[in-house]
């Protein structure tokens, strides 16, 4: 992905964690995952160098989206947080 399709799905993060956080929508959740995981996999497999655990680094962020959504201060970027 370049510069502006990364740009872009930092914008939709933030719109969708807003909108998980107000509705807990299991189809926003899942826009949001849609939005999100392949650019937070491939952070995670340069950071991890391999697939399974760069999969297991992926599972446990959106876990912890599910758990503590509002740790994030809204006024802050999302992808940040997310990643």
Not at 46 to 72: C, F, I, N, P
């Amino acid at each position: 992905m370049g510069e502006d399709t990364d740009a872009g799905t930092a914008s939709a993060a933030d719109d969708l964690l807003r909108r998980w956080r107000a509705t807990r929508d299991p189809a926003v959740f899942a826009e949001l995952f849609d939005a999100t995981a392949p650019r937070l996999f491939r952070a995670a497999v340069r950071l991890t160098r391999d697939g399974a655990a760069a999969e297991d680094v992926l599972q446990a962020t959106y876990l912890a989206v599910l758990e503590t959504s509002g740790g994030w201060d809204s006024s802050r970027p999302a992808w940040p947080w997310l990643t």
